[in-house]
C-alpha cells in the first residue's frame, strides 16, 4: 500500500513539562489543518482517541469525503471500535465523546479508520514533530 493521500490523518501530543495534551487533523489531500485541540493535562492515548472521534464529528458534519481517518495509534483504534476507552483517568471529553460514538453509530460505523504505517510512510502529517 502506497502512502494515503485522502482521507484525514489525526495526531496527538503530550508534554510533560508544559503538562499539556494537544491534538489535531488534517487534511490529507489539501495539508491543511482542520481541527486543533489543547485537552490541557491528559495522556497522549486520551489525545489520540480524541482526535479520532474530532475527525468522526468533522466527516459527519461536512460530508467528508473520502470517509477515512488515519492514526498511528492501535489503542485509538481500538478505542474507536469498542466506542468505549480503557482509561481510568476522569475526563469529561471520553465520556461525551463515548456517547457519541454509541448515538451516532450507523453513521460512525461508515467511517473507515486506519493505522498509519509510519516505518513506510514517514509520520503522520498530524504529527507535531516533537520528538
Same mark, same amino acid.
Given at each position: 500500500?502506497?502512502? #494515503?493521500?485522502e482521507?484525514?490523518?489525526?495526531?496527538?501530543?503530550?508534554?510533560?513539562?508544559?503538562?499539556?495534551?494537544?491534538?489535531?487533523?488534517?487534511?490529507?489531500?489539501?495539508?491543511?489543518?482542520?481541527?486543533?485541540?489543547?485537552?490541557?493535562?491528559?495522556?497522549?492515548?486520551?489525545g489520540?482517541?480524541l482526535a479520532?472521534?474530532?475527525?468522526?464529528k468533522?466527516?459527519?458534519e461536512? *460530508?467528508?469525503?473520502?470517509?477515512?481517518?488515519?492514526?498511528?495509534?492501535? /489503542?485509538?483504534?481500538?478505542?474507536?471500535?469498542?466506542?468505549?476507552?480503557s482509561?481510568?483517568?476522569?475526563c469529561?471529553d471520553? /465520556?461525551r465523546?463515548?456517547?457519541?460514538?454509541r448515538a451516532l453509530?450507523?453513521d460512525?460505523? /461508515?467511517?473507515?479508520?486506519?493505522?498509519? *504505517?509510519?516505518?513506510?510512510?514517514?509520520?503522520? #502529517?498530524? *504529527?507535531?514533530?516533537?520528538?
Amino acid at each position: 500500500m502506497r502512502r #494515503p493521500v485522502e482521507g484525514i490523518a489525526t495526531d496527538a501530543a503530550h508534554s510533560m513539562k508544559n503538562g499539556k495534551t494537544e491534538y489535531q487533523g488534517i487534511n490529507l489531500a489539501t495539508k491543511e489543518q482542520i481541527f486543533y485541540k489543547d485537552l490541557g493535562n491528559q495522556t497522549t492515548n486520551i489525545g489520540e482517541f480524541l482526535a479520532v472521534v474530532e475527525a468522526v464529528k468533522f466527516i459527519i458534519e461536512n *460530508d467528508f469525503q473520502p470517509r477515512i481517518i488515519y492514526t498511528d495509534s492501535m /489503542t485509538a483504534i481500538a478505542w474507536f471500535k469498542a466506542k468505549k476507552t480503557s482509561s481510568t483517568k476522569p475526563c469529561k471529553d471520553l /465520556t461525551r465523546a463515548e456517547m457519541f460514538l454509541r448515538a451516532l453509530s450507523s453513521d460512525v460505523d /461508515t467511517i473507515e479508520i486506519y493505522h498509519w *504505517d509510519n516505518k513506510r510512510w514517514g509520520e503522520t #502529517p498530524a *504529527d507535531f514533530g516533537r520528538k
